[in-house]
């Protein structure tokens, strides 16, 4: 863990990770979003999913849409 090293899978320390997009369900409360074309490192050893920096930052930006949403009393078929 000294090493700088973002491309082992974090569940099982596996090397063989690959990054594509892929639609990753964040949990907000009781409520689900399923976030479509995150950039993912996904593990091929175990299947663990972990959304890229590229990845997060869509992700922030599609909770904040969301919440904003929610603002505007406007949550219908989402
Ligand atoms: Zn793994």
């Not at 690959?18 to 949990?27: D, F, G, S």
């Not at 920096?53 to 949550?75: H, P, Y």
């Amino acid at each position: 863990m000294t090493k700088k090293s973002g491309k082992l899978c974090e569940a099982c320390g596996g090397q063989n990770t690959k990054i594509h997009l892929t639609t990753y369900p964040v949990k907000m409360g009781e409520k689900q979003i399923n976030v479509g074309r995150v950039s993912a490192r996904e593990c091929m050893d175990c299947y663990a999913i972990k959304p890229t920096k590229a990845g997060q930052e869509k992700i922030e930006r599609c909770m904040m849409t969301f919440m904003s949403l929610l603002d505007d009393d406007n949550f219908g078929s989402v």
